[in-house]
């Protein structure tokens, strides 16, 4: 039975709602006595979290719909100094064409310069374009690698960078100002940009590499999102002609339908891409996510092809920069690898550690030349993109192969002569989807309350010193385990390195068994 106060509440809603879907959605669950999803839906607004908004397509104010995403658009205008530019992107997922146009159409009425991309496009060209276009703010509707039934609304400030605290708040305080939905007012006076903008994104990138050897054949995916073009454009323009695409999973499809979640990390997604590089013998599979902002790479070693982690992809494109004298900070996050630590410190070049996301390395140093995390992002050229930018460190990553290649190595191999000179930095992941998010937050409490004493056989040293963070770091002698609840899904994980002077099947055998010590310390096996 639904309640009195609950039901005056839809009912208010529906009576402001802008989308005739969604107000009969809601219509639907009352009539239907869903006392238990509409409790869910009506909780709480949907809150400001990893740089703006992100969850589930539902109506009501605990999801993405066209009603909380112009009421975000007012928020953000009201906190706004009056005039400016303000550049809104959006991807292919459901819905982001909706709450790309309805944004742009509130941020105009409110007497902002409103422009808006052109097209579906990556989300890096809309970080490029606040910077380019001397906007105030920039807004992609996007998800990013997240399951097909969700969307959301990154929020970038004026100097490229995600938001990051007081201004969430500041923001999430000014939507909760706003006043009824339908009195929002909404202008077509905006502008909708050209393809300038796409072209002078294509045109600085590709520009990042000088002459060399461009005999590669690579495989692309772009796990059913919006990088194809744009990557396949970058990779031509830079000199690279030999770039096969995955045809089932080239043009943007928000249903996601070949992979069980739009993410290259997740077991099987990249299947696809791996009988097609086996079938035309490629060098070198690169995968971007479904907003591009995200770079995976695999390679063939030993007639089978694997996908390299996020720490030696970041630990590979590092050391090519630093091969070629690119002087200023070289960032990485606190459950990255530690290897690039090492690097950094034989070079000569500043290290800065941050917290998990972008929103915080990209504000690592004034002098950041490069950023990675190791779930996939990479910031090769701060000074073009101030975030993750899967498509730059495509073509990067291509350049390294390429010139490997031609001197009869391989990217294998070079990781194999960085664990020589660094000693070998193996790490892995353990990551727990839950559906009760109490799980979570009781593993952390256990953990806290009782870590354990040695992993491997080695005594642990338990740091708890970020907790506003949420973050648990486990140090012994040869490695170290950091655990820490998604920002942006609702997962637990941890985070493993082992650091050794042995093989690569030591470093695993190592990997394995602190696998199975994590798991029983989070009692999530």
């Known amino acids: 039975m639904i309640a009195a106060e609950l039901r005056e509440q839809v009912e208010r809603w529906i009576a402001d709602e802008v989308d005739p879907g969604s107000a009969e959605e809601l219509s639907d669950l009352l009539s239907r006595d869903a006392a238990d999803e509409l409790a869910d839906r009506f909780s709480h607004p949907l809150t400001f979290g990893t740089a703006g908004l992100r969850g589930p397509l539902r109506a009501g104010p605990n999801g993405m719909n066209r009603a909380v995403v112009r009421r975000a658009a007012a928020g953000i205008a009201a906190w706004l100094p009056p005039g400016g530019r303000v550049v809104i992107g959006y991807d292919g997922?459901?819905?982001?064409?909706?709450?790309?146009?309805?944004?742009?159409?509130?941020?105009?009425?409110?007497?902002?310069?409103?422009?808006?991309?052109?097209?579906?496009?990556?989300?890096p060209l809309l970080a490029f374009a606040v910077r380019r276009l001397g906007a105030s703010l920039g807004v992609m509707v996007t998800a990013s690698h997240n399951p097909p039934q969700d969307n959301g609304y990154k929020v970038y400030l004026g100097d490229g960078a995600q938001i990051i605290a007081p201004v969430d708040a500041e923001i999430e305080s000014s939507i909760a100002a706003v006043g009824p939905t339908r009195a929002i007012p909404l202008a077509g006076t905006y502008t909708t940009l050209d393809d300038a903008i796409v072209e002078d994104y294509v045109g600085a990138v590709s520009s990042l590499i000088g002459p060399g050897p461009r005999e590669l054949r690579i495989v692309h995916t772009a796990m059913h999102g919006v990088g194809a073009a744009v990557a396949r454009q970058v990779l031509a323009e830079a000199g690279f002609a030999d770039v096969i695409e995955v045809a089932q999973q080239a043009e943007p499809d928000p249903d996601f339908p070949t992979v069980a979640f739009p993410n290259p990390e997740e077991p099987g997604a990249l299947d696809l891409a791996f009988a097609l590089a086996a079938e035309r013998d490629a060098d070198l599979i690169i995968a971007n996510d479904p907003d591009a902002d995200r770079c995976a790479a695999a390679v063939a070693a030993d007639g089978r092809w694997r996908m390299l982690r996020g720490d030696e992809v970041g630990d590979l494109l590092a050391d090519s920069l630093l091969r070629k004298g690119v002087n200023g900070t070289y960032a990485t996050t606190i459950v990255s690898s530690t290897m690039l630590s090492a690097m950094a410190a034989r070079h000569g070049m500043p290290f800065a550690e941050t917290l998990t996301g972008f929103k915080w390395i990209s504000r690592a140093a004034p002098d950041l030349v490069f950023g990675y995390e190791e779930a996939l992002g990479y910031a090769v050229a701060p000074d073009l993109v101030k975030d993750k930018d899967g498509i730059s460190a495509a073509l990067l990553l291509a350049e390294l192969a390429a010139s490997l290649k031609a001197g009869g190595s391989s990217l294998s191999q070079r990781l194999e002569e960085l664990a020589a000179e660094y000693g070998r930095h193996a790490t892995d992941q353990l990551s727990f989807r839950v559906e009760d998010l109490s799980i979570i937050s009781g593993a952390m409490a256990r953990l806290r309350a009782d870590p354990p004493t040695s992993l491997l056989a080695a005594a642990v040293t338990v740091s708890d010193r970020l907790p506003e963070a949420d973050v648990i770091t486990l140090s012994f002698a040869g490695g170290r385990v950091v655990v820490r609840p998604s920002g942006t899904e609702p997962k637990l994980k941890a985070y493993l390195e082992v650091v050794l002077d042995g093989s690569a099947d030591e470093a695993r055998r190592r990997l394995a068994q602190l696998r199975a010590e994590t798991s029983a310390a989070l009692g999530l096996g």
């Open 93 to 123: 997922r459901h819905g982001s064409y909706d709450f790309a146009h309805d944004s742009a159409g509130v941020f105009a009425a409110a007497g902002f310069e409103a422009l808006l991309l052109p097209r579906l496009l990556p989300t």
